[in-house]
């Protein structure tokens, strides 16, 4: 698979990349092995970025993809934490159960802070800390607000963007698409790497897949687009179309009839509201004592599941 230059980091991607959050219990609940081998499979065909979280669970997976591993991989993790203490933990356990010594990204996990670089100061400059102790290689900012995107732009410190885009402007929380893209354009013109997320908006458009990643994948500045993949079939389809390669219709459209959605296991839900304070998208209500979703709002994003503190929720 070819290579881009992420910005100026001098790292080189896939443009495929593999986001992991789906595999893990906020999602699909794959073990460790199983989703292993789905990454080891994208990365022997070509997949060079992983994509995780502190909060998505998913280091176990990416360790067992690695064992014996010898090829070329980037690592990117992310860090919610609201102060520096817990930042420092988040990396340092993210070092330990992934095996390195660095990571090549750590995103300030700001996807729904306005202005990350006010609200989540004392976050980054602990990243740079750390960043300067060697143990992180470029520092990010993940984001669904476009404000946050702005300022990344002019921000010295930010080498990465993982900004959410995709065609219908679902789950961006203050704005439109054409906005975010040009917010992303202007990250690219000063240098940042951009690989975005979301492209499907968490499976919501699936259905139309194919013309989802080309929108994205033609923004101007975008590197690379993080994907969720579920099967073998899934990331050779996903490479294919991101080699330019004329796409399989058969396989295309058992893909695309595909739906995901939010199950909340409701006889256990304790009606306690944490995750509807949780979800951006107002796709979360309390009605009769249960949390209950509204289907055409929800981007599938996990954030409510990573809440509960009943763990009752699932995409499945
Ligand atoms: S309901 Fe949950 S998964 Fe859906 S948008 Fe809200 S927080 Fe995200
Ligand atoms: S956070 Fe969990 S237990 Fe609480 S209302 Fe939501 S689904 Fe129910």
Redesign the pocket.
């Known amino acids: 698979m070819k290579r881009i230059p992420l910005g100026n980091t001098g790292m080189h991607i896939s443009p495929l990349v593999f986001g992991t959050l789906p595999l893990g219990p906020l999602q699909a609940g794959l073990s460790p092995e199983e989703g292993g081998r789905l990454i080891r499979h994208a990365l022997e065909l070509g997949v060079n970025l992983l994509d995780t979280a502190e909060l998505y669970e998913t280091y176990p997976h990416i360790r067992a993809a690695l064992d014996g591993y010898a090829g070329e991989v980037y690592l990117a993790s992310k860090t919610h934490a609201a102060d520096a203490a817990l930042a420092r933990d988040h990396v340092e356990r993210a070092l330990r159960e992934l095996g390195r010594e660095r990571l090549d990204i750590v995103h300030l996990h700001g996807a729904r802070l306005a202005d990350p670089f006010a609200e989540r100061a004392e976050v980054l400059e602990e990243l740079l800390k750390m960043k300067g102790e060697g143990k992180i290689a470029h520092v990010g900012l993940s984001a669904h607000y476009i404000s946050a995107v702005r300022k990344a732009a002019e921000h010295p410190e930010i080498e990465v963007v993982h900004p959410l885009i995709n065609q219908t402007g679902m789950g961006i929380l203050d704005g439109t698409a054409a906005e975010m893209a040009e917010a992303i354009a202007a990250c690219s013109r000063s240098g940042k790497g951009i690989y975005a997320m979301k492209a499907l908006a968490g499976g919501n458009l699936i259905a139309e897949a194919r013309q989802s990643l080309r929108y994205v994948l033609g923004i101007a500045g975008v590197d690379g687009v993080a994907v969720g993949m579920l099967s073998i079939g899934e990331i050779e389809a996903n490479l294919a179309l991101f080699a330019g390669a004329e796409p399989d219709e058969a396989v295309w459209e058992t893909l695309e009839k595909r739906r995901r959605r939010l199950r909340?296991m409701?006889r256990?839900?304790?009606?306690?509201?944490?995750?509807?304070t949780?979800c951006t998208n107002d796709a979360?209500a309390?009605v009769d004592g249960?949390?209950q979703v509204d289907e055409a709002a929800c981007i599938l994003c996990g954030y409510?599941a990573a809440?509960?503190?009943?763990?009752?929720?699932r995409v499945v």
């Open positions: 909340i409701d256990f839900c304790k009606g306690c509201g944490f995750c509807v949780a979360l309390i249960k949390a409510c809440a509960c503190p009943e763990f009752m929720i």
